[in-house]
T-cell receptor, first 111, second 114 residues
Framework: RKEVEQDPGPFNVPEGATVAFNCTYSNSASQSFFWYRQDCRKEPKLLMSVYSSGNEDGRFTAQLNRASQYISLLIRDSKLSDSATYLCVVNRGDSGYALNFGKGTSLLVTP | AAGVIQSPRHLIKEKRETATLKCYPIPRHDTVYWYQQGPGQDPQFLISFYEKMQSDKGSIPDRFSAQQFSDYHSELNMSSLELGDSALYFC?????????????FGQGTRLTVV
């Protein structure tokens, strides 16, 4: 079982739609949580960190539930440029230095 | 702003050959990670270094080795290459003394083993 599990994709949504991605992690010692975005054949890029209190960055909202070991990402008013793979990322906890990635959820926003 | 630099960007090798990938972290980042991403797969953690010492080990094959040098750049050495080693190899770095922080990725080296 992978340490980070994500919703299977792909998600195909029209422009302007709201879409939510979910993620669960298995290591209760994990302390850092992120959403990364990866475009085809490019490097992963940090979208946002995820904090226990929840955080928002423009159209993007991330939530963390430590008790359930669950992370979410909400994208409002989807744009064509949001089409990418979204990776849920959790640090390894015990060692603290390395990050474990989920398999990613593919999003395609259509006109 | 300076980013993580990886070289070469593309590499083609034959089976059983060796390859060396290089990574130059963002200035003042002391932690380096190596990841392998196969086609259609998520990045798999291979190995990491903190202050020139190996800090964590993931699914790195015994045929691979890596080190971090005094200038903090890192090299991933791959021997007895197999077809299955064909993948995108990413290096990432993190800031000084900040555990539990995000990693910044280089553009990757695309290795093709033929």
């Amino acid at each position: 079982r992978k340490e980070v599990e994500q919703d299977p994709g792909p998600f195909n949504v029209p422009e302007g739609a709201t879409v939510a991605f979910n993620c669960t992690y298995s290591n209760s010692a994990s302390q850092s949580f992120f959403w990364y975005r990866q475009d085809c054949r490019k490097e992963p890029k940090l979208l946002m960190s995820v904090y226990s209190s929840g955080n928002e960055d423009g159209r993007f909202t991330a939530q963390l539930n430590r008790a359930s070991q669950y992370i979410s990402l909400l994208i409002r008013d989807s744009k064509l440029s949001d089409s990418a793979t979204y990776l849920c990322v959790v640090n390894r906890g015990d060692s603290g230095y390395a990050l474990n990635f989920g398999k990613g959820t593919s999003l395609l926003v259509t006109p | 702003a300076a980013g993580v630099i990886q070289s070469p960007r593309h590499l083609i090798k034959e089976k059983r050959e060796t390859a060396t990938l290089k990574c130059y972290p963002i200035p003042r980042h002391d932690t380096v990670y190596w990841y392998q991403q196969g086609p259609g797969q998520d990045p798999q953690f291979l190995i990491s270094f903190y202050e020139k010492m190996q800090s964590d080990k993931g699914s790195i094959p015994d045929r691979f080795s890596a080190q971090q040098f005094s200038d903090y750049h890192s090299e991933l050495n791959m021997s007895s290459l197999e077809l299955g080693d064909s993948a995108l190899y990413f290096c990432a770095s993190s800031p000084v003394g900040q555990m539990n922080t995000e990693a910044f990725f280089g553009q990757g080296t695309r290795l093709t083993v033929v």
